[in-house]
C-alpha cells in the first residue's frame, strides 16, 4: 500500500510570493491534517480537512490555507511569504476525521515538503 | 496553545542501555498520548500510544509508562539499538494533536 505523498519535496521562494503545496493520503483515508515543523517551534497544527470540510484549525495567520478535493487529496496555500515560514510541512493522513470523538485515529505522516522563503 | 514540555533535549546512550524520555503536560482534558519517531527526512512514524485509563503500555523494547496524576508520561527504550538513533516526539491529543519540542537520541555502537 502506498504512504502519503507530498510534492514538491523541496521549494526555494521569495518574500512576498506565495506557494502551493500539494498531499496525497493513503488510499482509503479520508483525513489529512498539515503540519509546520521548525527547529524553534517543533511540529505545530495547521489544519485538518475531512471529506472536504476544514474540521480543526490551529493558531496560525489567515496567509495558511487549504482544501480537499473529492478524491481526498490536499493543498495547502500560503500567501504573503515571511522569511519566517521557512519550514518543512508535513500532511498527515487518517482513515476518519482526528476530531472524532471516540478513538483518535493513527495518522500516518508524508515526507513533507521543505519550503525555503528568501 | 497547550504546552507540552519534553525533556531531555538530547540523550546520548550505550547499545544495549536504557533510553528514558518524558514529557509532561498540562490540560487534564487530553485523552490520548502517542510518541512518535521521526528519522532524518522522513516524517513522524507512530511508535507506541497510551490512553489514561492503564498506567503502563509495552511493546516489544518499547514502553510507556503513564501518570495521570502528575500529568507526565514517559517512553522507555529497552536494550537501545544503534538503529533506535532518531528524534523523538511525544504529543497529546484533545481537539488536535499537541506535540513535544523532541528528544534526539543517540545509541553508541
Known amino acids: 500500500k502506498a504512504g502519503v505523498t507530498q510534492t514538491p519535496r523541496y521549494l526555494i521562494k521569495t518574500r512576498g510570493q506565495q506557494v502551493t503545496l500539494s498531499c496525497s493520503p493513503i488510499?482509503?483515508?479520508?483525513?489529512v491534517s498539515w503540519y509546520q515543523q521548525t527547529p524553534g517551534q517543533g511540529l505545530q497544527f495547521l489544519f485538518e480537512?475531512?471529506?472536504?470540510?476544514?474540521?480543526n484549525k490551529g493558531n496560525f495567520p489567515g496567509r495558511f490555507s487549504g482544501r480537499q478535493f473529492s478524491n481526498s487529496r490536499s493543498e495547502m496555500n500560503v500567501s504573503t511569504l515571511e522569511l519566517g515560514d521557512s519550514a518543512l510541512y508535513l500532511c498527515?493522513?487518517?482513515?476518519?476525521?482526528?476530531?472524532?470523538?471516540?478513538?483518535?485515529?493513527?495518522?500516518?505522516f508524508g515526507p513533507g515538503t521543505r519550503l525555503t522563503v528568501l | 496553545q497547550q504546552q507540552v514540555k519534553q525533556s531531555p533535549q538530547s540523550l546520548i546512550v550505550q547499545k544495549g542501555g536504557i533510553s528514558i524520555i518524558n514529557c509532561a503536560y498540562e490540560?487534564?482534558?487530553?485523552?490520548?498520548f502517542p510518541w512518535y519517531q521521526q528519522f532524518p527526512g522522513k516524517g513522524p512514524a507512530l511508535l507506541i500510544a497510551?490512553?489514561?485509563?492503564?498506567s503502563e503500555k509495552k511493546e516489544g523494547r518499547f514502553t510507556i509508562s503513564f501518570n495521570k496524576s502528575a500529568k507526565q508520561f514517559s517512553l522507555h527504550i529497552m536494550d537501545s539499538q544503534p538503529g533506535d538513533s532518531a528524534t523523538y516526539f511525544c504529543?497529546?491529543?484533545?481537539?488536535?494533536?499537541?506535540f513535544g519540542p523532541g528528544t534526539r537520541l543517540s545509541v553508541l555502537p
Open positions: 498527515a493522513s487518517s482513515r476518519q476525521t482526528i476530531t472524532s470523538v471516540t478513538t483518535p485515529n493513527e495518522q500516518f
Open positions: 488510499s482509503g483515508h479520508r483525513s
Open positions: 497510551i490512553r489514561p485509563d492503564v
Open positions: 504529543a497529546v491529543y484533545g481537539q488536535n494533536f499537541v
Open positions: 480537512y475531512f471529506s472536504e470540510t476544514q474540521r
Open positions: 490540560n487534564t482534558a487530553f485523552d490520548y
